[in-house]
């Protein structure tokens, strides 16, 4: 399985762009990798993916390097209402057509007036 | 609303009851997944199912098990309680699209089950 390590927290003021980055080494061939914000107390909701270099939505925006080891999620001009836990997925086959999608401790994102 | 149905939202017993969380998936995901998230930790994989199948199993504990019925709403059963599983429980599913797209498996979770043992 693919193992992901991201900073556990970060602070940063409104209307800046905030960038998290994912490091994930033993990412497989066939892997996507998968971002998702969590609020207190709600289910994590998915922001965005991608497989290799830059992908961009009407949220965010995700680079992948060639070597795709790791990852960074960049968050233009985030707002009070971006502050939340921000996690890095990527998944694995145990086999068999098993996928075990873990979860590692996330990023804490405060945004601060 | 993401279309994922977790009842009951709120369930609080003693230690060494059983409970039984629900779930719902989105209408035409067959995957389901519940995740354990205990106060100020990450998300816990507990376990998978495929359309009624198991397909993979995380730290699930022998206490607790699971089973996805044909109607494709899943149930987990926790038994013999303790104080430390109070948590709260996330149920995800997912349209599977085969080992060669897993990677572009997008997980819509529900609003959560939150236990309290006491």
């Known amino acids: 399985l693919a193992k992901t390590t991201q900073p556990i927290s970060m602070d940063s003021y409104e209307g800046q762009e905030v960038n998290i980055t994912c490091s994930h080494n033993?990412?497989?061939?066939?892997?996507?990798i998968t971002w998702y914000q969590q609020f207190p107390s709600q289910g994590p909701r998915f922001i965005i993916q991608?497989?290799?270099t830059k992908v961009t939505n009407e949220v965010a925006s995700l680079f992948i390097p060639a070597d795709r080891k790791s990852s960074t999620l960049s968050l233009p001009r985030v707002s009070l209402s971006d502050t939340a836990v921000y996690y890095c997925?990527?998944?694995?086959?145990?086999?068999?057509?098993?996928?075990?999608?873990?979860f590692g401790k996330g990023t804490k994102l405060s945004v601060i007036p | 609303d993401s279309g994922v149905t977790q009842t009951p939202k709120h369930l609080i017993t003693a230690t060494g009851q059983r409970v039984t969380l629900r779930c719902s998936p989105r209408?035409?995901?067959?995957?389901v997944y519940w995740y354990q998230q205990s106060l100020d930790q990450g998300l816990q994989f507990l376990i998978q199912?495929?359309?009624?199948?198991?397909?993979a199993k995380g730290n699930i504990l022998e206490r607790f098990s699971a089973q996805q019925f044909p109607d494709l709403h899943s149930e987990l059963n926790l038994s013999s309680l303790e104080l430390g599983d109070s948590a709260l429980y996330f149920c995800?599913?997912?349209?599977?699209?085969?080992?060669?797209?897993?990677?572009?498996?997008?997980?819509?979770f529900g609003a959560g089950s939150r236990l309290t043992v006491l």
């Open positions: 995800a599913s997912s349209v599977e699209l085969g080992p060669s797209l897993f990677g572009a498996n997008v997980l819509t």
């Open positions: 033993n990412i497989a061939t066939n892997d996507y």
């Open positions: 991608g497989y290799k």
């Open positions: 997925l990527v998944g694995g086959d145990s086999g068999a057509g098993s996928y075990q999608l873990t």
């Open positions: 209408s035409g995901d067959l995957s």
């Open positions: 199912y495929y359309n009624g199948e198991e397909r």
